[in-house]
């Protein structure tokens, strides 16, 4: 890999929806994942890959309508860091070039 983004995913939602989200943090083309919150109402991985998570990101919150996903990356090579929520698949997304 020769650029990489490293990303936060925040998953938040009601114990009944957070039960039956059930994820186990397989995200498409990531490497270096980690659990690092997992409460009945949260779920929240470390990981990193080549570019932001975003079509990920989109696909999730529209197969999971009832919870909210919340992202924070940093891509260094880029100077690019971003902040983005999904739910419902709508995206907001906020970036910052430093």
Request: charged share 25%; hydrophobic share 35%; glycine share 6%.
């Amino acid at each position: 890999m020769k650029e990489y983004c490293q990303q936060r995913l925040l998953v938040v939602g009601s114990i009944d929806n957070m039960k039956a989200f059930d994820q186990n943090g397989e995200i498409p083309g990531a490497t270096d994942i980690e659990l690092l919150e997992h409460t009945p109402t949260r779920l929240a991985w470390q990981f990193v890959t080549e570019k932001p998570a975003l079509p990920f990101l989109r696909h999730l919150s529209r197969r999971w309508s009832r919870l909210s996903f919340i992202l924070n990356y940093d891509c260094e090579d880029h100077h690019l860091a971003g902040l983005v929520r999904a739910r419902n698949g709508r995206v907001r997304h906020y970036r910052l070039k430093y």
